[in-house]
């Protein structure tokens, strides 16, 4: 089974602060992906990757970054965390583009609380 | 741009009974592909079920069956024998067919209560 893992399920950041989401997955999918997940608004694509180095912004890319320095690893940075992007944050994959029916393979979630 | 609704928030249905969770989607693509994943409590999103938009039969999968309306843009998931493990968010979901259809649309979700 293709596994996506995110490092962390829960964590709790200030404002301010510098925040790090990790993803890694072990299936060598060539596409990486970053949703933001709220109530009400179901989930929305903050980046993504098609390869190492190589990234897209998604619908919501304000206030985050992105880095792909190995195709296994996609990480999602918050570079001053604030309030409002208190959320459930998940990693996804997908080996080659979102062609034909190919199905997304998602991480179990991460849910920051920015304080 | 392609949007999709999800009208119930959350739904309701005895064990062993049939539901069916409502997903209406705007577009002006033929070609493109419908997709039902569920979230169960503190775990992972999964496939449930997929449609290829030029398919004109309904997919199934197992208790999970769709209703593809495509002149309606209609798409709604039937669960039959529902069980208490099908407890979960259910998230309907497009995506383009064509160039540049890397990403897909979620709608907001429907919460699946299932009453033993």
């Known amino acids: 089974d293709v596994k996506v893992t995110q490092s962390s399920r829960y964590l709790v950041k200030r404002t301010g602060e510098k925040v790090f989401l990790e993803c890694v997955q072990d299936?060598?999918?060539?596409?990486m992906f970053w949703y933001r997940q709220d109530p009400g608004l179901g989930l929305r694509l903050i980046y993504f990757?098609?390869?190492?180095?190589?990234?897209e912004k998604g619908d919501i890319p304000e206030g985050y970054s992105v880095s792909r320095e190995k195709k296994e690893r996609f990480s999602l940075i918050l570079e001053s965390a604030s309030t409002n992007q208190t959320s459930m944050y998940l990693c996804?994959?997908?080996?080659?583009?979102?062609?034909?029916?190919?199905?997304?393979?998602f991480g179990a979630g991460s849910r920051l609380t920015v304080l | 741009a392609q949007t999709v609704t999800q009208s119930q928030p959350e739904m309701s249905v005895q064990e062993a009974e049939t539901v069916t969770l409502s997903c209406t989607y705007d577009?002006?693509?033929?070609?493109?592909?419908l997709f039902w994943y569920k979230q169960p409590p503190s775990r992972q999103m999964i496939l449930v079920i997929r449609?290829?938009?030029?398919?004109?039969q309904n997919a199934t999968e197992n208790r999970f069956s769709v209703n593809f309306q495509k002149a309606a843009k209609s798409f709604s998931l039937k669960i039959s024998d529902s069980q208490l493990g099908d407890a979960a968010m259910y998230f309907c979901?497009?995506?383009?067919?064509?160039?540049?259809?890397?990403?897909?649309?979620f709608g907001a979700g429907t919460i699946l209560r299932v009453k033993s």
């Open positions: 996804a994959s997908i080996r080659g583009g979102l062609a034909g029916a190919n199905v997304l393979t």
């Open positions: 299936m060598d999918h060539e596409n």
């Open positions: 990757s098609y390869d190492v180095k190589m990234k």
């Open positions: 577009t002006s693509e033929s070609d493109y592909y």
């Open positions: 449609q290829e938009a030029y398919k004109q």
């Open positions: 979901a497009y995506r383009s067919a064509s160039h540049g259809g890397n990403k897909l649309v």
